[in-house]
């Protein structure tokens, strides 16, 4: 079982790599590796012996082939199915963002309730209400859903992805979701980070005033 | 000096907060704080140390004046110019978002390069060319800068928006930009976040095959 931790960084790693390949690199050192990830060469080593790649002491690892390592790994040689929930601004967003396909992840649905928004065609895929859920999940089956929805209806949508079989969820939406074991949650909150910066600013201000 | 760590925990304990003050709660107690934040009661007693609130033994937190002391703390208690570069879709959904001036976020300034979108007004405000950015920052003043262009050009913007007097950046670009000592950068990476589901997915796919 790879930590999570470790997981967390193994996309970290292929960037780095993907630069690497990217320069026509044919090996690339544990420091290099390293760099990006906020961690020593010693950790990098530890994290790359989860997936049984060793590199070579000296020369380091091959590029292409921990490229490919860790694509595998991270289930990146194949297309996972993403439905979108919630087609505010941001879901509008997410639907037309050309970053999801090119890195295997096909949005294939999107669902809604505002009936102004439910037909319409986004990205060349119309919108179904979301008690079409159970319907497209049979037809679509989506690995991973998106929740970009308003904060309060948020686990809601939750508890109807993970009923439809969606196991990995992205929410977009303010708060903590509650899901059964098994479901995978990441988070993205824009207001956590606004905020953040918001003391960083405040502490400058204070500090030249 | 409060550190980093302590930072990143007062937004999730001001969405309690919040959530207790539509309740009608008066009182809080750090054991609801902790909830959230993925904390023990301890450690949010500890955080609220460095605000210097000590809440009271066996009653809590009052709700109000720590909803007041860490949003003065956050910076919250003012308004804070936001400059956004690169209007592909997700700048064009940041700009258009709701949230932001919602949060004491103001956006006053839009920018990219590409001569179709210069001009263009969003949300009620003008794109101009990246080139107007120290015109911009001059009559602006933004605290913010919000990067939401491809990756490649990232670090270019970072500069011009250091060199224009910004102080705080949300970066959604891909990578790591370095700044100068004093300068924040905060980071949303989706793509990451969409990597580590996709292991979760493939690690199911592994166990049920």
Known sequence: MIPEATVARLPIYLRTLMEAA??????????RLAELGG????????????LGSLGTR???YDVEFLLFEISRELGLTRDWPVIIVGLGNLGHALANY???????????GLVDVDPTR????????TVRHLDDLPVMASELRPAIGVIA??????????????????TSILNFAPGVLSVPK????????????????????????????
Do not use: C, M, W
């Open 58 to 60: 000296g020369v380091g």
């Open 182 to 209: 098994g479901v995978a949650v990441r988070k993205v909150d824009l207001s956590i980070e606004l905020q953040i910066l918001s003391f960083h600013q405040q502490r400058q201000a204070a500090q030249h005033a």
């Open 149 to 166: 929805t308003p904060a309060p209806v948020a686990q809601d949508v939750a508890d109807r992805l993970v009923a439809a079989g969606v």
């Open 39 to 50: 961690v020593n060469a010693a950790k990098v080593r530890k994290d790359l012996s989860y």
């Open 98 to 108: 050309k970053g999801f396909g090119a890195r295997g992840f096909q949005v294939v």
């Open 22 to 31: 990217a320069a026509h690199e044919t090996t690339i050192s544990s420091e």
């Open 118 to 125: 439910v037909g319409e065609e986004i990205a060349g895929i």
